[in-house]
Antibody, heavy 125, light 106 residues
């Protein structure tokens, strides 16, 4: 069974750092694009970052570019999100998601087919 | 950036009703659209991808249609398990979600 388990969420002060982990089971993480999506309390979903499969290309939302870094450890089948210079507006539940999709016209079109239970990040003094 | 607008924001319906949710993109996204269901305190679940393809294991009462900038999610015969919030998402250029539609019990 394909499963994702996110962890690492915590209460952190503004300007602080945190690393989220997402342990994958039932599939080989490096064979798929993987994403982080967040949801602020009472709000909708916001895509944060994506790591492609083949060349491990990283993409980021403008709101986190330059502060967050997505990566993976193939030996641990785990995805990470390193979050630096945290702000109050980064407070949210963070979900990791496996992507699927297709290659068309030289581009990959990914949607998120499996989601893990979220981990909560609170940025507050 | 591509903006996604869902309507309505809230929908009150009864068991057995046919429910339709609309999603509009600020520019053409071809058929690169997905629909997700989220229940309170839970992770989203994929329902539909590529505008009209039903994800494995999703009941056939869920269906999607549309292309370009106009899309709909239809639930034919609302069941108790369907009361939740639904999000559309474009994946034509990066990823953007609609603001969500909460389906409530009437």
């Amino acid at each position: 069974e394909v499963q994702l388990l996110a962890s690492g969420g915590d209460l952190v002060q503004p300007g602080g750092s945190l690393r989220l982990s997402c342990a994958a089971s039932g599939f080989t993480l490096s064979s798929y694009a993987m994403s982080w999506v967040r949801q602020a309390p009472g709000k909708g979903l916001e895509w944060v970052s994506c790591l492609s499969d083949t060349f491990a290309t990283a993409l980021y939302a403008d709101s986190v570019k330059g502060r967050f870094t997505i990566s993976r450890d193939n030996s641990k089948n785990t995805l990470y999100l390193q979050m630096n210079s945290l702000r109050a507006e980064d407070t949210a539940e963070y979900f990791c998601a496996k992507s699927d999709g297709e290659l068309r016209f030289g581009y990959y079109y990914y949607y998120m087919d499996v989601w893990g239970k979220g981990t909560t990040v609170t940025v507050s003094s | 950036d591509i903006q996604m607008t869902q309507s309505p924001s809230t929908l009150s319906a009864s068991i057995g009703d046919r429910v339709t949710i609309t999603c509009r993109a600020s520019q053409s996204i071809s058929s690169w659209l997905a629909w997700y269901q989220q229940k309170a305190g839970k992770a989203p679940k994929l329902l539909i991808y590529k505008a009209s393809s039903l994800h494995s294991g999703v009941p056939s009462r869920f269906s999607g249609s549309g292309s370009g900038t106009e899309f709909t999610l239809t639930i034919s015969g609302l069941q108790p398990d369907d009361f939740a919030t639904y999000y559309c998402q474009q994946y034509n250029s990066y990823w953007t979600f609609g603001q969500g539609t909460k389906v409530e019990i009437k």
